[in-house]
Nanobody, 136 residues
Framework: QVQLVESGGGSVQAGGSLRLSCAASGYSTSASNNCMAWFRQTPGKEREGVAG???????????YYADSVKGRATLSQDNGKNILYLNIGNLKPEDTGIYYC????????????????????????WGQGTQVTVSS
């Protein structure tokens, strides 16, 4: 059973930074491609894709970022521990929300992922979320 557990959220002032972690378990990272992403959600709005990462079985990866965080966010992963990190700097009040880690269990291939990484409907495993609050 695939499980995702987020951590690292909190309250910060605008201009600060955070590192969110997503600890994954229940699947082999060397047996198949891996498609994962971070989403955030605020009340009354749909989940917005923040950053996505495609990793093939040779550990080669490609990252994707939403325009709203491009230049401020960096995805990285510890393959040995199966942890995905999202670093966001120069935080803004509009970055406030619940941040979710998600994984796509099937149909994970490089080209389709490039076009659809930010589509929440394409992901079937989600973590419980971690709250990020940025005050001005």
């Amino acid at each position: 059973q695939v499980q995702l557990v987020e951590s690292g959220g909190g309250s910060v002032q605008a201009g600060g930074s955070l590192r969110l972690s997503c600890a994954a378990s229940g699947y082999s990272t060397s047996a198949s491609n891996n498609c994962m992403a971070w989403f955030r959600q605020t009340p009354g709005k749909e989940r917005e894709g923040v950053a996505g990462i495609f990793t093939n079985m040779a550990w080669m990866s490609r990252n994707y970022y939403a325009d709203s965080v491009k230049g401020r966010a960096t995805l990285s992963q510890d393959n040995g521990k199966n942890i995905l990190y999202l670093n966001i700097g120069n935080l803004k009040p509009e970055d406030t929300g619940i941040y979710y880690c998600a994984r796509r269990s099937s149909a994970c291939a490089a080209l389709p992922f490039a076009d659809s990484w930010s589509a929440a409907r394409e992901y079937d495993v989600w973590g419980q979320g971690t709250q990020v609050t940025v005050s001005s």
